[in-house]
């Protein structure tokens, strides 16, 4: 099982789709690690930038429509490959999500007042984000300010995040 939680990258805006998290010019590339340098580099957010913002983060906290666009597993790849297991969203394009699943990651669906309250509190501070799986709870801090907030995980999905991903899930089961 992969390691959930870490210091969390505040993204404020709908519908980043897959060309935003991962350029489609980069889908030649024959290991996963080699997507490492280009996660979200076409993406435009006012107060972001590629290079300084995604080091050593562990969470990614959005808003809604995640993963949008193509059905390709590239986008969790390089979120993966960048030691970003989890993105936390109002929702997401329903094949990105399953993708994080497969990969062994989260695709985390909190309430649009959540995600607001996350933004209001944390944004544009240092913020960290721990995570249990029993019961399925994100923790967020930032100095003395604290928001926990409960999710759902259950089923398949909590079997494949368990088993560290679809191909780890089906050589322990077949």
């Given at each position: 099982?992969?390691?959930?939680?870490?210091?969390?990258?505040?993204?404020?805006?709908?519908?980043?789709?897959?060309d935003?998290?991962?350029?489609?010019?980069?889908l030649?590339?024959?290991?996963?690690?080699?997507?490492?340098?280009?996660?979200?580099?076409?993406?435009?957010?006012?107060?972001?930038?590629q290079?300084?913002d995604?080091?050593?983060?562990?969470?990614?906290?959005?808003?809604?429509?995640?993963?949008?666009?193509?059905?390709?597993?590239?986008?969790p790849?390089?979120?993966?490959?960048?030691?970003?297991?989890?993105?936390?969203?109002?929702n997401?394009?329903?094949?990105?999500?399953?993708?994080?699943?497969?990969?062994?990651?989260?695709?985390?669906?909190?309430?649009?007042?959540?995600?607001?309250?996350?933004?209001?509190?944390?944004?544009?501070r240092?913020?960290?984000c721990?995570?249990?799986?029993?019961?399925?709870?994100?923790?967020?801090?930032?100095?003395?300010?604290?928001?926990?907030?409960?999710?759902?995980?259950?089923?398949?999905?909590?079997?494949?995040?368990?088993?560290?991903?679809?191909?780890?899930?089906?050589?322990k089961?077949?």
């Amino acid at each position: 099982m992969k390691t959930f939680g870490g210091r969390v990258l505040f993204l404020d805006r709908s519908d980043i789709n897959t060309d935003e998290i991962i350029p489609a010019k980069y889908l030649t590339e024959v290991s996963k690690e080699a997507l490492a340098p280009y996660l979200l580099e076409d993406l435009k957010l006012e107060g972001f930038e590629q290079k300084r913002d995604i080091a050593n983060r562990g969470v990614v906290v959005t808003r809604a429509n995640f993963g949008c666009g193509s059905s390709r597993e590239h986008a969790p790849w390089a979120l993966e490959v960048n030691g970003i297991h989890v993105v936390v969203a109002e929702n997401f394009a329903r094949i990105f999500r399953q993708n994080m699943y497969n990969c062994g990651m989260l695709a985390i669906e909190l309430s649009p007042e959540t995600i607001s309250a996350l933004f209001e509190k944390f944004a544009g501070r240092e913020t960290g984000c721990s995570l249990s799986l029993t019961p399925p709870v994100l923790t967020f801090a930032s100095g003395a300010d604290t928001l926990e907030a409960p999710f759902r995980l259950e089923g398949f999905d909590r079997a494949l995040v368990e088993a560290g991903g679809w191909v780890d899930y089906a050589d322990k089961k077949y």
